[in-house]
């Protein structure tokens, strides 16, 4: 069994901010695997299906960015899910926005919902795609930052980003998760 997990804040004044890119990533998932999300339980919105035999799980926690770990870590337990069977997608403000990193194992680099992560699942290491949204140039603050809109300049840029993270995610369901990391990185 496969979990794929999209960090991000739910409510519509969050959609499309770039701190909800995990959540993006998994919407073009569920549309592209037909796997809807359409159970709620654990304090997350998920959804399972099977693809070449392999049970997948995609899930966005409504939790709030900063607590995503207590609705992770309850999912897990009750389907018996593996750290190694795991990937999370969220956003990164040192990369440039439409850049993707691909890592296996980390701190959680100053991101809230990933260090909540790490405390509710005891370990640093679990893989996962980070998302590049580019720091603010021009003052603005870090908070105000990531829940503000990509503008049209950074579109193309961020939906290649979401392209190729799905795409990442769909591979790692064929094959192990340091081959698409060398393939994506």
Do not use: C
């Given at each position: 069994m496969k979990l794929i997990v999209g960090l991000g804040n739910p409510g519509r004044e969050?959609?499309?901010?770039?701190?909800?890119?995990g959540f993006m990533i998994i919407d073009k998932l569920s549309e592209e695997l037909s796997i809807p999300l359409d159970s709620?339980?654990?304090?997350?919105?998920?959804?399972i299906g099977h693809i070449s035999g392999e049970k997948v799980i995609l899930?966005?926690?409504?939790?709030?960015?900063?607590?995503?770990?207590?609705c992770i870590r309850p999912l897990m337990d009750y389907y018996e899910i593996n750290d190694d069977e795991l990937v999370v997608i969220y956003?990164?403000?040192?990369?440039?926005?439409?850049?993707?990193?691909?890592?296996?194992?980390?701190?959680?680099?100053?991101h809230n919902g990933i260090k909540s992560m790490i405390?509710?699942?005891?370990?640093?290491?679990?893989?996962?795609?980070?998302?590049g949204i580019d720091r603010p140039?021009?003052?603005?603050?870090?908070?105000?930052?990531?829940?503000?809109?990509?503008?049209?300049?950074?579109?193309q840029g961020i939906n290649e980003a979401i392209e190729r993270s799905a795409n990442a995610c769909e591979k790692w369901l064929s094959t192990s998760f340091t081959q698409v990391m060398n393939?994506?990185?």
């Open positions: 969050y959609d499309q901010t770039r701190h909800n890119v709620h339980k654990f304090n997350g919105l998920y959804g899930l966005k926690p409504l939790t709030y960015m900063n607590l995503s770990g207590e956003d990164d403000l040192d990369l440039p926005v439409g850049k993707i990193r691909l890592r296996t194992k980390g701190s959680a680099g100053g405390l509710h699942l005891a370990t640093q290491e679990f893989n996962r795609i980070r998302v140039t021009n003052g603005m603050k870090i908070s105000d930052y990531v829940l503000s809109r990509f503008s049209s300049d950074e579109e393939e994506y990185n």
